[in-house]
């Protein structure tokens, strides 16, 4: 379909301009992002966050809580962590990806990153 090879390009651009830097914290420092595992809740107004990437105060927080709900024995917390910072390096790396595909496309970038044999995104799914 159109939205998957979409899809599929920014991933691919992604990962292009990954290359550049030599991992993931090399891309945030180099763009001058601060990156920090927070203990504050995760669950705002019902609302469930695992990241938040504010360009504007250069911040990016992952929240612990978020990493508790998600792991389990397949999923071991360092794995869930890559995940998560992945997914929020791609929206640094490829902020003109179009609103319906940034978040597939997080996730899926993120799932190529890790060499995750699942799509996170589906990890949401299973919590309701």
Same mark, same amino acid.
């Given at each position: ?12 651009? #992604?990962?292009?301009? =990954? ?8 891309? /945030? @420092? +180099? ?34 809580? #978020?990493?508790?709900? =998600? ?8 794995? /869930? @962590? +890559? ?46």
């Amino acid at each position: 379909s159109e939205g998957f090879q979409q899809i599929q390009g920014w991933v691919e651009a #992604a990962c292009q301009k =990954l290359a550049d830097y030599g991992s993931l914290e090399d891309c /945030l @420092e +180099r763009s001058g992002i601060h990156w920090q595992i927070s203990q504050s809740p995760h669950v705002v107004a019902g609302v469930r966050m695992r990241a938040q990437l504010d360009l504007n105060s250069r911040r990016l927080t992952i929240y612990a809580g #978020a990493l508790d709900e =998600l792991q389990t024995e397949h999923r071991p917390r360092k794995i /869930l @962590e +890559r995940v998560i910072l992945s997914h929020e390096v791609f929206h640094l790396l490829c902020p003109q990806c179009p609103a319906p595909y940034q978040e597939a496309s997080a996730h899926w970038f993120a799932a190529v990153v890790t060499d995750l044999a699942e799509f996170p995104g589906s990890w949401d799914l299973n919590l309701e």
